[in-house]
């Protein structure tokens, strides 16, 4: 199979797993490891696994969840700073929390928080919780995360990380119809080279990038 990296555009890919459903690539230049486009939902079946989700604000296991990055995010804020909240989700239960430590989120999300007008300001940070795996063009939704970016501001990502081959093939994360795009601290490196934008890995599975000042 042949195709171009939707992250770099570079065409040197190579098998690095396969199971049942469907071959995983990687990228030797920036490392992302990527389902082909065949392999792909719908925008409707796409829609239809994340109704099934249960992410209401009252429950306690999903603010633990969002407070893996949003903890981490807070302190790094000044007062006054805004962010922005994307793929947020139905609930955009995040932009809730920020909003209750005093902070002001906007919130977007292709599916249920659809208005784009959002995407025109600049915030001094953009959180993407469980949000970039998703997405298929990699290249396309940088470009658009660093129109939101104002000089020095946080773009704060979340997603499980690949570590290995070996690692992969057995990796529960992997499983999920809907994730597509998988990232590595390599892959980090390269969008922080490419961009010039600061990395910082902040836990296992949550990475901040600064924009230049």
């Not at 995983?24 to 065949?38: D, E, G, H, S, W």
């Not at 925008?43 to 296991?61: M, R």
């Not at 903890?71 to 209750?100: F, I, S, V, W």
């Amino acid at each position: 199979m042949s195709f171009s990296c939707s992250l770099c555009g570079g065409n040197d890919l190579y098998l690095f797993a396969e199971d049942r459903r469907r071959p995983y690539y990687r990228c030797r230049c920036c490392a992302l490891v990527q389902v082909p486009a065949p392999f792909h939902l719908s925008a409707e079946e796409e829609k239809a696994e994340y109704d099934k989700h249960d992410n209401g604000e009252d429950s306690p296991g999903y603010r633990s969840f969002l407070s893996r990055t949003l903890t981490p995010l807070l302190p790094r804020l000044n007062p006054g700073d805004k962010g922005l909240d994307y793929g947020c989700g139905a609930g955009a239960l995040l932009a809730k929390m920020a909003a209750e430590q005093g902070f002001e989120f906007a919130a977007y999300d292709l599916y249920y928080f659809p208005d784009r007008a959002v995407l025109t300001d600049r915030y001094q940070c953009v959180t993407l919780t469980e949000v970039i795996e998703h997405v298929a063009d990699a290249r396309a939704l940088l470009d658009e995360l660093s129109s939101l970016l104002a000089p020095g501001a946080l773009l704060a990502i979340m997603t499980k990380r690949v570590l290995s081959a070996e690692a992969f093939g057995r990796w529960h994360y992997k499983n999920d119809p809907t994730h597509i795009n998988f990232y590595s601290d390599e892959t980090f490196a390269w969008i922080a080279a490419e961009r010039g934008w600061a990395l910082e890995i902040v836990d296992k599975d949550v990475v901040f990038l600064r924009s230049p000042n």
